[in-house]
């Protein structure tokens, strides 16, 4: 069964999808290269939270996030 992914990119297009992605999974990819995975929790103007698969929550910075992926 294929999957359906969402790229969002660039910051002002991050921020826009902030309400759709709250409380669901999703990949979140630094300009590091980086790669996290969780639900989102909770997001303002320069912070993301995310918890992981371990329960731990991440606390990320909008201006370090390359692009967000989501599946469907």
């Known amino acids: ?12 297009n991050i921020r826009k999808i902030f309400p759709d992605i709250s ?8 300009a590091d290269g980086r790669v996290f995975f969780g639900t989102v929790m909770d ?9 992981d698969m371990r329960s731990s929550r991440q606390k990320i910075k909008i ?3 390359e692009e967000i992926i989501q599946d469907y």
């Open 23 to 30: 409380g669901k999974k999703v990949n979140i990819v630094l």
């Open 1 to 12: 069964m294929a999957k359906r992914l969402t790229r969002t990119t660039g910051l002002d």
């Open 63 to 65: 201006s370090l996030i």
């Open 43 to 51: 997001a303002s103007e320069d912070m993301l939270i995310l918890q």
